[in-house]
């Protein structure tokens, strides 16, 4: 028998620093957060503040970020603690994009000196969460519309309006927010506090259960002119950030898949059904066959793409095609494991079925799989299809 990663030997493609970075970011998740998960996700609730620490003082949050007390590691490596962290859970993944790839990047990217040295080190320690405020209640796959204004009053800023599904939100002591004003959409930081703002976590969720996502109302929030990012100007500021969130989810879609093809090899080969094992079927191996298969390409196509970032020629058509296609076939590998294991496909004493309800969320978030084939029907004709 061999691992499904190892039919591709896609370790081999890696270097000894990114094995082990990999394999630190399992040992945290054993200890951390694997005895735990099935608990939070069932009372939806996550002790966000404690994880970070714990994420922090092992170096993830903003890893690829050089200086400021970020590890400054490549591409592959923080793909593959997204792996590693999407296999304990999509919601743990979340955490980190939001904090490491949209809140603390934007501020990395577009930020001031003094904003990158206030909240930096902080956030890369775990010690403060960032949140990233693009969606609106009736803005999401098109931010262009957003109805969040920021306008000047004397020397201040003064925001108005609400942000929606975000992640984060409530636990946040420093909020990015995206907002329409005379020269355009800019960026702001809005400390946790801040007299008109408001989190209000939104409830009843069936998936990503074990994430804080809340709204956030502002209402009349007057901030001062060094909270505006001077670096970003239009819906390229917070697009960018959005490039290097969807590249870690290409990596830890395969991660969600992976725990979920290993749980039911494992179950398939406990489990008889007419007096013999579930996996020496013909159709059971014809569904692990075709998993593998699906898996392995989903890990070459990231780690590929991981490469071509760390040259530095990584474009976002490329970042829309690895989502698109690895949080597609991390879904259906989910749904497939989950008919594998049968009625106990349906239960949390497995994780199968908590990836495949959280995968739904990835499936939208981030771009949502019809915006990123439309980016690429874009890419191929030369015409835009969204509006
Ligand atoms: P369009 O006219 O095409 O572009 C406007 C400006 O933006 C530039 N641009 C990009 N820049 C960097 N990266 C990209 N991927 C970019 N795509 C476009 C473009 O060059 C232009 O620049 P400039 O200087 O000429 O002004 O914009 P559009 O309004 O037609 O929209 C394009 C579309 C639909 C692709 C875009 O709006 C989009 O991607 N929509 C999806 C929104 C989305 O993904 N939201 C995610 C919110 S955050 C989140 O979900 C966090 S989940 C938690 C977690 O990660 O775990
Ligand atoms: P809509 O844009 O209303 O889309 C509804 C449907 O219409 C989708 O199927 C969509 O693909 C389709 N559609 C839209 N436009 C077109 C078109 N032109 N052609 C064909 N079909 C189209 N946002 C943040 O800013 N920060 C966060 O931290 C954050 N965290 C999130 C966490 C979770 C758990 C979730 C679920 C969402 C989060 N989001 C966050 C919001 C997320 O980015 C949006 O949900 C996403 O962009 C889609 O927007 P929407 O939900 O408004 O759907």
Redo the contacts with the bound molecule.
């Keep these: 028998m061999i691992a499904p990663t190892a039919l591709f030997a896609v370790d081999t493609l890696l270097t000894d620093e990114e094995r082990e970075i990999r394999k630190t970011v399992r040992k945290v998740c054993d200890r951390e957060i694997r005895p735990h998960i099935t608990g939070w996700f069932e009372s939806g609730e996550l002790p966000a503040r404690e994880l970070a620490r714990a994420l922090g003082e092992v170096g993830v949050l903003g890893m690829h970020l050089e200086g400021y007390g970020c590890a400054g590691l490549g591409a592959v490596a923080y793909g593959m603690a997204c792996l590693e962290l999407e296999a304990a859970d999509s919601g743990l993944r979340?955490l980190v994009s939001?904090q490491g790839s949209?809140a603390m990047y934007a501020i990395w990217e577009y930020g001031s000196e003094e904003q990158k040295q206030q909240w930096l080190p902080a956030m890369a320690a775990g010690e403060r969460i960032g949140?990233?405020?693009?969606?609106e209640?009736?803005?999401?796959?098109?931010?262009a519309g957003m109805r969040t204004t920021a306008k000047r009053e004397g020397g201040d800023w003064v925001l108005n309006g609400t942000?929606?599904?975000?992640?984060?939100?409530s636990v946040a002591d420093v909020a990015v927010v995206w907002a329409r004003t005379d020269e355009g959409i800019r960026g702001f930081l809005v400390p946790a506090g801040t007299p008109g703002l408001t989190a209000n976590d939104?409830k009843h969720?069936v998936?990503?259960r074990a994430?804080v996502?809340s709204e956030l109302v502002l209402d009349g929030v007057r901030l001062p002119e060094e909270a505006m990012l001077p670096g970003a100007r239009g819906l390229s500021g917070p697009l960018g950030c959005l490039n290097e969130a969807r590249f870690g989810i290409v990596f830890g879609a395969m991660g969600a898949a992976l725990d979920c093809l290993e749980t039911a090899i494992a179950y398939a080969g406990d489990r008889e059904v007419f007096a013999k094992p579930l996996s020496a079927y013909q159709l059971t191996q014809e569904k692990l066959a075709d998993m593998a298969l699906e898996l392995g390409k989903g890990l070459l196509l990231a780690v590929h793409l991981g490469r071509l970032k760390e040259a530095g020629t990584l474009t976002p058509e490329q970042v829309s095609a690895g989502k698109l296609n690895n949080v597609r076939e991390a879904l259906e590998i989910a749904r497939t494991c989950r008919t594998l294991l049968g009625a106990s496909g349906i239960t949390l004493e497995y994780p199968v079925i908590r990836h495949a309800v959280n995968l739904e969320?990835v499936l939208?978030?981030?771009?949502?799989?019809?915006?990123h084939t439309?980016v690429l029907g874009k890419a191929l004709t030369g015409i835009p299809?969204?509006?």
């Design positions: 979340s939001v949209l949140c990233f405020g693009l969606t209640p009736d803005f999401g796959s098109d931010p942000k929606m599904w975000i992640t984060n939100g939104v969720k998936s990503l994430s996502t969320s939208t978030y981030e771009g949502t799989s019809e915006i439309l299809a969204f509006h």
